[in-house]
T-cell receptor
Framework: QKEVEQDPGPLSVPEGAIVSLNCTYS??????FMWYRQYSRKGPELLMY????GNKEDGRFTAQVDKSSKYISLFIRDSQPSDSATYLC????????????FGDGTTLTVKP | GAGVSQSPSNKVTEKGKDVELRCDPI?????LYWYRQSLGQGLEFLIY????????KSGLPSDRFSAERTGGSVSTLTIQRTQQEDSAVYLC???????????FGDGTRLSIL
């Protein structure tokens, strides 16, 4: 079983929809949680960075962390075709504090 | 530029040849990471540097893979006697320190013929 599980999708939604992306994890030592967006033939781009449990909002993006359930989410409001990409969750902390563990990514398509 | 820079952006080579991939991190970032991403797959951790030392080399797939970092800045990933299964995108990232968000380059696309 992987430390971080992420539904690979693909996920297809109409423009303007609310998108929910999720990851579950097994390592209770994780304390730092990140979401990255990766366009084709590009490196991952940091979207959100949160510490411990709670919510964080940045424009159309909201990140939620529930450490008790070992579950994190990224919500995208008013989705746009330019949001079409692969979204990767990542987390770190504990004994392997120096590195992040990534999910395999969810591919999202937003249709005009 | 202000971001992580990787070179070359593409590399095609014959099986058995050695290759060197270069990463220039963001100025002032003390931590540097190498990952491998195969087509349609997630990121596979290879190695992590803090300064010039590598506290975690656990992800290097075999002894054909090595990496170094000099002056706390530029890093080179070397693959000796390349095999076809080494074909992938090699991504480099840097951060201000452990557990800080990582900033990625656009990778080197390596193809082994």
């Amino acid at each position: 079983q992987k430390e971080v599980e992420q539904d690979p999708g693909p996920l297809s939604v109409p423009e303007g929809a609310i998108v929910s992306l999720n990851c579950t994890y097994s390592n209770s030592a994780f304390q730092y949680f990140m979401w990255y967006r990766q366009y084709s033939r590009k490196g991952p781009e940091l979207l959100m960075y949160t510490y411990s449990s709670g919510n964080k909002e940045d424009g159309r993006f909201t990140a939620q962390v529930d450490k008790s359930s070992k579950y994190i989410s990224l919500f995208i409001r008013d989705s746009q075709p330019s949001d079409s990409a692969t979204y990767l969750c990542a987390m770190s902390g504990g004994f392997n504090a120096g590195k992040s563990t990534f999910g395999d990514g969810t591919t999202l398509t937003v249709k005009p | 530029g202000a971001g992580v820079s990787q070179s070359p952006s593409n590399k095609v080579t014959e099986k058995g040849k050695d290759v060197e991939l270069r990463c220039d991190p963001i100025s002032g970032h003390t931590a540097l990471y190498w990952y491998r991403q195969s087509l349609g797959q997630g990121l596979e951790f290879l190695i992590y540097f803090q300064g010039n030392s590598a506290p975690d080399k656990s992800g290097l797939p075999s002894d054909r893979f090595s990496a170094e970092r000099t002056g706390g800045s530029v890093s080179t990933l070397t693959i000796q006697r390349t095999q076809q299964e080494d074909s992938a995108v090699y991504l480099c990232a840097s951060s201000r320190g452990a557990n800080q968000p990582q900033h990625f380059g656009d990778g080197t696309r390596l193809s082994i013929l």
